[in-house]
């Protein structure tokens, strides 16, 4: 008989090496990767500030915030409204705000009128009392930037169904506080509900950045301003700013 040969291939030995050599390679820049990822999350986590990769959040959960200025400007006269902010201590910002009842054409215009101003003032959201309309009105972006408006939100009749129990504290201005910031401590994470420009009821949980924003904003619909919920030192410590700014409106002024 004829005798059987072995058909099991010999792999030469230093190819078979290259290629080990070249998976480890591929393995070790893996774990790299992933601990780059994990020091930016943590970063994330530290600073308050979400990072990102080619433009989009590393985690769908954490909402990103833009590098937007916290000291917000005084715009004057802006083009396509007469519009204009009010500073503290005007008594409309302390004023009743009735309930938004009709979403018509009307409602569409103030709010576009309302991001012009918001925009050139620097800011990432409005509340309409803020520019002499008492209603339950409220515009934001958080982007800050006029040319990202899908992230433009209109709130109408906006309620705050559910608060979480953690908290943060962040920087916060505001266009009717010009001139400087404080810090504040507010829910990391909040449910809401709101209607739309049409009326349409819409329910949302909103994280971080965006959290803050509404939560801001939803305060001038029930005449609460941000210096109302600040710390004791903190309030001792911006109070020369709010004295400039009640010498400068007169009498009058609702603190």
Not at 70 to 85: A, C, F, K, M, Y
Not at 103 to 122: I, P
Not at 223 to 251: C, F, M, W
Request: include cysteine.
């Amino acid at each position: 008989r004829a005798p059987r040969f072995c058909s099991r291939q010999v792999i030469p030995l230093r190819p078979f090496c290259r290629m080990l050599r070249a998976k480890r390679r591929r393995i070790r820049d893996s774990f790299r990767m992933y601990a780059v990822l994990l020091v930016l999350l943590a970063l994330h986590h530290t600073l308050g500030l979400a990072v990102s990769c080619n433009g989009k959040a590393l985690h769908p959960r954490l909402p990103m915030r833009p590098i937007v200025k916290l000291s917000e400007v005084d715009p004057g006269e802006v083009e396509g409204t007469s519009l204009r902010v009010l500073k503290y201590p005007h008594p409309l910002l302390r004023a009743d705000n009735a309930e938004v009842t009709e979403f018509d054409d009307s409602l569409r215009k103030l709010a576009k009128e309302m991001f012009l101003v918001m925009y050139a003032s620097q800011g990432v959201g409005l509340a309409a009392p803020q520019v002499g309309v008492n209603k339950r009105l409220m515009v934001f972006n958080p982007d800050g930037d006029r040319n990202k408006w899908m992230s433009e939100t209109i709130l109408c009749n906006p309620e705050i169904v559910e608060f979480s129990t953690a908290v943060d504290v962040d920087i916060e201005g505001c266009l009717s506080f010009p001139g400087f910031t404080a810090d504040v401590s507010r829910s990391s994470s909040i449910k809401v509900r709101y209607q739309n420009a049409r009326g349409k009821w819409q329910q949302k949980k909103l994280r971080g950045w965006v959290a803050r924003i509404f939560q801001h904003e939803f305060d001038h619909l029930s005449g609460t301003l941000y210096v109302d919920r600040l710390a004791a030192s903190e309030r001792q410590r911006v109070q020369p700013k709010l004295n400039e700014l009640i010498a400068a409106h007169g009498p009058g002024g609702a603190l």
